[in-house]
């Protein structure tokens, strides 16, 4: 409080000093107001301004109200201040002043500057002159002026007649300062009210812009069904605007000469205008420059502080005399020295032998140690302690304190023999535990095993667990594949052994024990056709060739090669049947059976009955057919016996009704066979080894060794590069044929035998039917790079077929087109997976 006064004092008195000089200028230019009366001294009015922030609370504290405000900064400007008005009129302008009539006053009004681009009305400003009428005004001109040189003029007399206004224009009313109106306080009040606020520049402060619309980051399209399309900080709705079609909006664009310069603002729904000045700083913001094009990226530099070194010494005295003479002291200090050498108190160290000393050599004196690596030899960590338990607790629970007994048992005991060196002990509260008497002693033990006890550093794998695990991609990134039952197809009543699709993935084949061979339309699971042919089918194969339609069948010892007639139309009938029955007129077969007698095959004509169910062949043999196998061709078709040696594989030549053992003899008994699909190979799979035959040089190619006990099926990649190997312990083995003969991969999922092993002829996956009632999808990417080995996924385990006697799935083949895969089980149901 003292400051401001002190302050106030000095302002006061600044003002009656700079108020004399203003008057004596003004009495010399025979004007009767200071200089540039229009507008307020600007350090007059700052010190003004900070001198009425620094005394707020004087103010505040002498109740002084609004009009001692106006009275001050009136007399700061030169004007005369009247007496005080009638009792009422005082009563009522202080309480104006109290209910915050001075927040009214604007900074740009004590400049007598008014905001650009608004008009004030004449007719308000009479009616304030005439509000202020009176004897008692607190504001009185001394004269009139003239605002650029018109004839404006606002009389302020003390009889308060109403002033003639007429002559005012519209400029000279943006000009108004409280000047203008003299004594009419009330006048200068409402024409106060009438002026704008400022509106801030673009190089103002963002809290002062105006934003009318307050929803926030909010999307506008929530008020579509709205007449508003917002609220104002004081909560009131922004309506609105208007807006017209786009034919509107095309005409106004045409007229429009700054539309390519105009945005929209979505938050305030309207129309905005780019200046020039934003294109501009735009444009540098775009191309990553200053914003400011005043900016001078190489002004000169400013030395604030000089990069010139002081020369000058720190001190100016003069330099003394000892800095010029020798000193005494040192002089007597050497000859002390000199004396002890000639006496020989002092004696030069003797010479070091150099052959004497071992010569070390550093090793790894050049070698970079490793980041957080020490050299030298590594700090021994020394153990940590055991944790405390409930034992080592001041408060116990009752089952870890000890009895009499057990008490006296631990004193009878010899120190080295207890189990602990003290008993657990209740004290009730950590404040009452006395200081452990065995401290000492038990930290000098352990500091002398630690110094003694010989310790061995231990290095911990760096490997993380997570960096074992092989690295696979997603199983659904490698989509499409079978992942859920889509239908079953019910009507055998046995095992059903073998399933085969024809080439154009319309039908299904199926072999039961049964006796029947059973025709399925794979879409709707419908059954088109059931072959009953009197013995347990043990397998079923269509033939590849798309131009026929014909189907072969394992039933017992012999194979019958059927023609179904509803699924061919007239030609491919006529085909189909020309080549199954052209080898009857050939004089091959006969040729053949002479030339070798000892081929337990014959080649018969159907009865009757299986004639018109469409069997047109009948190849019977001398022992029970497993398995069958057609070329890629359609020609020629292997089979594969119970019987060991060279006899169990035969190939026999459809279109001749020729049959032929190329093999004389076979080491072991032959699980399956397959035909190459891309190369004259032939293999056949034993219990233990699959060899690979090359026909045209009847010559063996390689032996592939998967390392399993008992073999049970093989299929050949459609590429013809790649082989799989299942076996009846559970195991499955990868073959790259361009690598070795041993597997690539060995992977052991099921829980049971594997019963079959088939891969996809579009899609990269494979599959494997178990026992175990389940049958596992997995993804097979081969490369055409050859440095880039094959990638094996597991994707997915199908689970759904009946376990039957302890066998579950026994046969699986793959969709020719879809993504499909098909399995037949012992339960006797056939269900297709997509």
Known sequence: MAAGKGNKKRSAAHRDAEAKTAAAKSSSTGDEFPTAMGSIDVSSESEYASDADSDSDLIEGSEQNFEDVLKAMAADQGFEVGGSSSGEDDEEEGEEGSDGEESDIHSSDI????????????EDAEGSDSDG??????????????????????????????????????????????????????????????????????????STEDTPNTIGNVPIAWYEDYPHIGYTVDGQRVMR???????????????????????????????????????????????????????????????????????????????????????????????????????????????????????????????????????GRPRMVAPRLALPTHEESYHPPEEYLPTAEQRAEWEATDAEDRRRAFLPQDFGALRNVPGYERFVDERFGRCLDLYLAPRMLRKKSALN??????????????????????????????????????????????????????????????????????????????????????????????????????????????????LVRAGFASAAAEDAAAADDSLPVSWDVPPTAEQTAGVHVSIAMHRTVKALAWH?????LATLTAEEGGGAVLMHQLSKHKSQRPFRSLKGAVQSIRFHPTRPWFLVATQRYVRIYNLMQQALVKTLQPGVKWISSVDVHPQGDNVVVGSYDKKLSWFDLDLSVKPYRSIRYHRQAIRQVCFSRKFPLFATASDDGSIQVYHGMVYQDLNQNPLIVPLKILRGHEIRN???????????????LLSSGADGTIRLWT
């Open 632 to 636: 890629r061709r359609g020609d020629y």
């Open 133 to 206: 009428e009176g004897d008692g005004g607190l504001l009185r001109r001394t004269g009139s002026r003239s605002t650029d040189g018109q004839a404006t003029a606002v009389d302020s007399d003390s009889d308060g007649a109403a002033s003639d206004t007429s002559q005012i224009n519209d400029d000279d009313m943006r000009k108004l300062t409280i000047r203008d109106f003299g004594a009419d306080l009330a006048s200068w009040k409402a024409y106060r009210q009438t002026l704008p606020q400022i509106d801030a520049g673009y190089a103002s402060d963002s």
């Open 806 to 820: 302890s066998l579950g799935v026994l046969d699986c083949v793959f969709h020719p087109i879809q993504p499909w």
């Open 111 to 122: 400049d007598g500057a008014s905001s650009e681009g608004e008009e004030a009305d004449s």
């Open 241 to 375: 605007p208007a807006t017209g079609d786009e034919l509107d909006k095309f005409l106004e664009n045409m007229d429009n000469p700054d539309v390519f310069r105009t945005a929209r603002d979505e938050a305030n729904q309207r129309d905005v205008t780019v200046s020039a000045e934003e294109i501009d700083i735009i444009r540098r913001i775009q191309g990553g420059d200053i914003p400011d094009a005043a900016y001078d990226a190489y002004a000169p530099t400013v030395e604030w502080f000089t990069s010139q070194t002081m020369k000058t010494p720190v001190t100016g005295a003069p330099l003394t005399k000892r800095g010029f003479v020798p000193s005494k002291w040192e002089h007597k200090r050497v000859m002390q020295i000199v004396r002890a050498i000639r006496s020989g108190a002092i004696t030069a160290p003797p010479a070091r032998d150099q052959q004497q000393q071992p010569r070390l050599y550093d090793v790894w004196e050049h070698a970079e140690a490793e980041p957080g690596e020490r050299r």
């Open 465 to 578: 667990a997570d960096e074992l695990m092989p690295r696979l991609p997603d199983p659904r990134d490698l989509r499409p594949f079978p992942a859920a039952e889509a239908l079953a197809y019910v009507g055998h009543s046995g095992r059903v052994r073998s399933i085969s699709v024809d080439p154009t993935g319309l039908w299904l084949l199926s072999g039961s024990d049964d006796g029947s061979v059973r025709l399925w339309e794979v879409v709707t699971g419908r059954c088109a056709r059931v072959w009953t042919l009197g013995g347990t089918v043990h397998a079923v194969a269509w033939c590849p060739n798309a131009d026929v339609c014909v189907f072969a069948a394992a039933v017992g010892s012999r194979v019958v090669v059927v023609v179904p007639p509803e699924l061919c139309d007239g030609q491919r009938r006529t085909v189909s049947e020309d």
